[in-house]
């Protein structure tokens, strides 16, 4: 199990490394990508089946790797059981209003001893609570003069998206949801986004006063925030049948 700060290519390839070895042992897997959209981050066996699932008809018709073609919100279409060798739910949770109907669907769908990939941000980051108290108009802004994408437009197709950023989907519930239902972490990283990464260079944000926000902001939090921190990798693997109570995670649930 690695926590690090590295750059998203290498967290890819960290991941990448990971899987590779969990499906080592698959001939022809099959792989459900979660929100799928128009691209893949997790290359897969030129054998392996890919099912994509995604709520944008328009993204679905740009994704050029799926063998099948989902249209359909996570939290609610129904999955068949044990179905699948590897879920990639990459940037998808931070995204829905009930995260938990997302990830019990998921590894209700997922095979014993099969993986899933889940990667979002750190509601306990800076960025994280400013992005979950703030309003869409807001991000958009952000988007376009802050970080520098300037060619955005206002679709439901485009970032950036609603986000509710649940804090049931922080990574100290996480971990307590997978231990209670064994699953086993082959994986875990926290680590800085590339977008606030770029943010820090362009504006100056660098050095003494970088550490005096980091120091201030645990401070001020009594050390439940972190300004540094703010997304995060999970690599697990299942490996008894999802307890059918899920009672652990809804306990968790009553977090916001």
């Not at 679905?60 to 179905?83: A, F, H, M, R």
Request: proline residues 4%; contains cysteine.
């Amino acid at each position: 199990m690695t926590t690090s700060v590295k750059p998203i290519r290498q967290e890819i390839t960290k991941v990448q490394s990971v899987v590779d070895r969990l499906l080592n042992d698959r001939k022809k897997p099959k792989i459900l990508e979660v929100g799928c959209g128009s691209r893949s981050y997790i290359k897969v066996d030129k054998n392996a089946y890919v099912v994509g699932i995604d709520i944008s008809e328009e993204q679905l018709s740009k994704n050029t790797v799926l063998d099948e073609k989902i249209l359909g919100d996570i939290q609610s279409y129904y999955l068949p059981n044990s179905e699948y060798d590897l879920i990639v739910c990459w940037w998808v949770l931070e995204h829905l209003s009930h995260p938990q109907r997302a990830l019990n669907n998921c590894l209700r769908a997922l095979k014993e001893n099969g993986t899933i990939v889940i990667a979002s941000p750190n509601a306990f980051s800076l960025k994280g609570i400013v992005t979950k108290f703030t309003p869409q108009w807001f991000h958009f802004w952000t988007y376009k003069y802050a970080f520098g994408y300037k060619n955005i437009t206002k679709t439901e197709d485009c970032p950036p998206f609603r986000t509710f950023l649940r804090f049931s989907i922080a990574p100290s519930f996480l971990k307590n949801f997978f231990i209670s239902n064994d699953l086993t972490i082959e994986y875990f990283s926290l680590y800085e986004d590339f977008k606030q990464k770029k943010f820090r260079k362009k504006h100056g944000v660098n050095g003494t006063i970088w550490e005096l926000i980091k120091f201030l902001t645990k401070i001020l939090s009594l050390g439940k925030i972190d300004a540094e921190y703010t997304d995060y990798i999970f690599v697990l693997k299942k490996s008894q049948k999802l307890p059918s109570s899920c009672s652990a995670y809804s306990n968790v649930l009553s977090v916001r």
